[in-house]
């Protein structure tokens, strides 16, 4: 069936520094991507996202990469701070089924 | 102030009870959905509905009912056929047109 999957479990990065969260997702009609933040006992937070005739979008302090020939994308946070610290889920939208697949998400844990 | 809300925050639930989730939201949004939250797992559709009066079946829809009456309130019933019934439950809604969703801030149902 259709996945979406995060490569790391967990990533642990110093304040400051960049953060890469990297997401892979199986269907090639996937056509429409979104970041999710989900902090402790919270609901998912809209990040940034990005349609297949991209590869790059840049947000506030964020910017997410797509790779299409390796069904790849990665959100990269610039100088990563202590209110970055929750869990991403990367999630793929797809025109033939029409739903929203999910990743198991990636906790970052920024260190001071 | 626009948003989705969602009550109780947690909810416990006795063997062989039914308990009802509230979702409301106020964004003029066609579409809602129910998603199940597991530890390490990533989100999985229970029902979805993109207009009053109709909704389908998502991927665990067993041991789960709702109903659409209105544009506002998308209700999920967690009834006694729903044998693990302990998550965290998220409910979103999206824009006509739009693959985006956007999230309440969940109700955490335990099991006495």
């Known amino acids: 069936g259709e996945s979406v999957g995060l490569h790391l479990p967990t990533l642990s990065v110093q304040e400051g520094d960049n953060s890469i969260i990297n997401c892979a997702y199986s269907n090639s009609a996937s056509d429409y991507f979104i970041w999710y933040k989900q902090e402790s006992g919270k609901g998912p937070q809209f990040i940034i996202d990005i349609r297949s005739n991209m590869d790059k979008r840049q947000g506030q302090r964020v910017t997410v990469l797509l790779n299409k020939t390796v069904k790849h994308l990665s959100l990269q946070i610039a100088a990563t701070q202590p209110g970055d610290s929750a869990v991403y889920f990367c999630a793929a939208f797809s025109r033939n089924t029409g739903k929203l697949i999910f990743g198991q998400g990636t906790t970052l844990q920024v260190k001071p | 102030d626009g948003g989705i809300t969602q009550s109780p925050k947690y909810l416990f639930r006795k063997e062989g009870q039914n308990v009802t989730l509230s979702c409301e939201q106020n964004l003029n949004h066609d579409a809602m959905y129910w998603y199940r939250q597991d530890p390490g797992q990533g989100l999985r559709l229970i029902y979805y509905?993109?207009?009053?009066?109709?909704?389908q079946k998502g991927d665990i829809a067993e041991g789960y009912s709702v109903s659409r009456e209105k544009k506002e309130s998308f209700p999920l019933t967690v009834t006694s056929a729903q044998k693990n019934p302990t998550a965290f439950y998220l409910c979103?809604?999206?824009?006509?047109?739009?693959?985006?969703?956007?999230f309440g801030p969940g109700t955490r149902l335990l099991v006495l």
């Open positions: 509905s993109q207009i009053v009066n109709d909704f």
């Open positions: 979103a809604s999206s824009r006509p047109g739009s693959e985006t969703q956007y």
